[in-house]
């Protein structure tokens, strides 16, 4: 699903008002619609109290048409306008005097209002800021948002949570409301998925609107979110008349003493993404717990007992996943350097393999194009340099990769991939995964995959999915204490069946209203 920056929104907003002959105005009742219908089939009429805040901009137009919905079907509402600015938009004025109509007097805030009082039974809907925002709020809106957020009702935000920009950081960070759901317009924001202002929103979803979709089609944007319709059309089916040299030979090559279990993990994680043969390249140390661990796998030993010291070879793998448990002492580093400088294949970089590069980065201009590098925020932070905010390192990671032609796999809560100044947002994924080990099986799934012939770039995105997915079916048996690397790579194989499996039928709802 792409998403759209707040330009592009207002781009396809106008596009669709012109091409589908609509006034703004009934684009906005689309909106309200969809939010009373998602309300009214989860309150069924109960005579719970909604607060709706609303601004004076199309956001808070938004609210106001709501308002009037919930009225009509006898719901307790109280609406508030939340004044900050003279210059009302046409069809928040025209939604107001509609409430006017039904004899709805709302109550307007200013910077001397008392602010209403929220209990925690009643329900809040957010419609002060919506995409709009340009600057920070007043110090009187920073504490009418406080004021709803200490109230612990459940907050609705409409669109996006009000005080979030939708294409840069917070500075306000209090002056942001904490929803407990928000109802998106059609595509969702950026700043969902950013660990800084992702905290914002505890779950969203999206509500079509209708927006053309001759615009959604042709608009390029910087930004995809990855769920399971976008990576279905990447797999790559498995032949009949195919044997374990068709899928190709992945070597790992990491651990050092007390670390040979990543390796182990990376392997594994090969083995189960679908890779024909893989090699692993240890120092001796591993060779007895990695024979006993994985039969599957062969063994290359280096000469050195704990430390890999050398790096060489005399098998044809196809790809190289390198650094999980590699440790960084002197030695390690020298023979990495010489490995580069001789390598032409493509190459997954993990863990120790990246503080490497971080602490040489001379060494950087040694690897091969499309190398994939996964860095957890502390290695990240190491290989690029620290950041003002999540927005500004999304900026200087896709200026590093461009400059070094490398995928980057920025771990996190929503693992953003990057490469060609265009980002991947995963959705799969829980808070069970973080755990030892967790990183190692990505390393190995996204090396099987190259190994199987999938582009470095299909590779990160696909393998990250298949990850975070593996995660997921995992967690429902372990819970997210429990859930530990094994168990996620035990999952890999579930991961790709479920890519198969029908969706879940959609329960029917009751008495929508027709737009
Ligand atoms: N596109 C779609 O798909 C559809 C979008 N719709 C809805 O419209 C929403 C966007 O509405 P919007 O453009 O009127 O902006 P909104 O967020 O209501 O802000 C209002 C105005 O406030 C101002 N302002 C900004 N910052 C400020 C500050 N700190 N303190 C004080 N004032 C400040 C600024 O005006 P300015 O003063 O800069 O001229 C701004 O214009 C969108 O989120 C969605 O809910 C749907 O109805 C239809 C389909
Ligand atoms: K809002």
Known sequence: MKIFNAKQIYEADKFTIKKQQISSDELMERVAIQIFNWLHLRLQGAPVKIHLFCGIGNNGGDGVAVARHLQEHGYHIHVHIVNYSDKRSDDFLLNLNRLKDRKIWPNFINSDSEFPEISNEDIVIDAIFGIGLNRNPDAWVV????????????????????????????????????????????????????PETGIYSN???????????????????????????????????????????????????????????????????????????????????????????????????????????????????????????????KNTQKAFEEFLKKNTLPLVIDADGINILSENKSFLKLLPAQTILTPHPKELERLI???????????????????????????????????????????????????????????????GLIAQGYSTETAAVFGVYLHGKAGDIAVENYGYQALIASTISDAIGDAFIDLFKAPNPVPEQEEPIEE
Not at 154 to 167: A, E, H, M, Y
Not at 422 to 439: D, E, L, R, V
Request: hydrophobic residues 40%.
């Open 143 to 194: 504490k009418l948002i406080q004021n709803i957020n200490a109230s612990n009702a459940f907050v609705l935000g409409v669109d996006i949570p009000s005080g979030l920009f939708t294409d840069r950081a917070v500075e306000i960070k209090e002056g942001v409301v904490r929803a407990s759901y928000v109802l998106s317009f059609q595509t969702p924001k950026l700043v969902f998925f950013l």
């Open 203 to 329: 779950q969203w979803e999206i509500l079509d609107i209708g927006i053309d979709p001759e615009y959604l089609m042709n608009t390029a944007v910087d930004y995809d979110l990855i769920g399971k319709h976008e990576v279905l059309p990447l797999y790559i089916p498995r032949e009949k008349f195919s044997h374990k040299g068709t899928y190709g030979h992945a070597l790992i090559v990491g651990g050092s003493y007390g670390k040979i279990g990543s390796v182990q993990l990376a392997s594994k994680a090969c083995l189960l993404t679908g890779s024909g043969l893989v090699t692993a390249y240890l120092p001796k140390c591993g060779y007895i717990p990695m024979q006993t661990a994985l039969p599957e796998v062969m063994i290359i030993t280096d000469e050195d007992e704990k430390n890999i010291s050398t790096i060489n070879f005399e098998i044809s793998p196809n790809v190289i996943g390198i650094g999980i448990g590699l440790s960084t002492v």
């Open 385 to 447: 340099g620290s950041w003002k905010d999540d927005f500004d390192k999304l900026k200087k990671a896709k200026a590093f990769s461009k400059k070094y032609d490398c995928v980057l796999v920025l771990k996190g809560a929503h693992t953003i991939t990057l490469y060609n100044n265009k980002g991947y947002i995963n959705t799969t994924g829980n808070p069970g995964m973080a755990t030892a080990g967790s990183g190692d099986v990505l390393t190995g799934i996204i090396t």
